[in-house]
């Protein structure tokens, strides 16, 4: 029972490799992310959607520690818990991406509507 333990702690540990060459960028990335969201709090609109880039720094961040703690480790459940933090941070940017579009899509229906009204007139 003890050689499948190691297996699995070296097979965490060949997993977690690519990402934890690149922890820092992550961590680096998150980081960021919160100091921008905190930077939006002190506009308008920013007030109203300031704790999604808080949140998505947050979660990027704790996806690098976990990653780091399992390479370390080689713990599979602390791995599997980064995964869903990664899971997590990558579905709240195509939330993001998916709502900004159609933002975008409508302001530009009503700006050519808004434009249609202002010729007709």
Same mark, same amino acid.
């Given at each position: 029972?003890?050689?499948?333990?190691?297996?699995?702690?070296?097979?965490?540990?060949?997993?977690?490799?690519?990402?934890?060459?690149?922890?820092?960028?992550?961590?680096?990335?998150?980081?960021?992310?919160?100091?921008?969201g905190v930077?939006? *709090?002190?506009? @308008?609109? +920013?007030?109203i959607?300031a704790? /999604?880039?808080i949140?998505? !720094?947050?979660v990027?961040?704790? #996806?690098?520690?976990?990653?780091?703690?399992?390479?370390?480790t080689?713990?599979?459940?602390?791995?599997?818990?980064?995964?869903g933090?990664?899971?997590?941070f990558?579905?709240?940017?195509? *939330?993001?991406? @998916?709502a +900004?579009?159609?933002?975008?899509? /409508?302001?530009?229906?009503l !700006?050519?509507?808004?434009?249609? #009204?202002?010729?007709?007139?």
């Open positions: 029972m003890a050689a499948a333990a190691v297996d699995t702690q070296q097979l965490v540990k060949e997993i977690t490799s690519p990402l934890f060459e690149s922890k820092g960028w992550m961590k680096f990335l998150g980081v960021m992310l919160i100091i921008q930077f939006m *709090v002190f506009t @308008i609109i +920013g007030i959607i704790w /999604l880039p949140w998505t !720094g947050v990027i961040y704790q #996806a690098a520690s976990g990653i780091e703690h399992a390479e370390l080689g713990e599979k459940e602390r791995l599997l818990r980064a995964f933090k990664l899971k997590l990558f579905i709240l940017n195509g *939330v993001t991406v @998916i +900004g579009l159609v933002l975008a899509l /409508l302001g530009g229906i !700006g050519g509507m808004m434009e249609g #009204a202002m010729m007709g007139s």
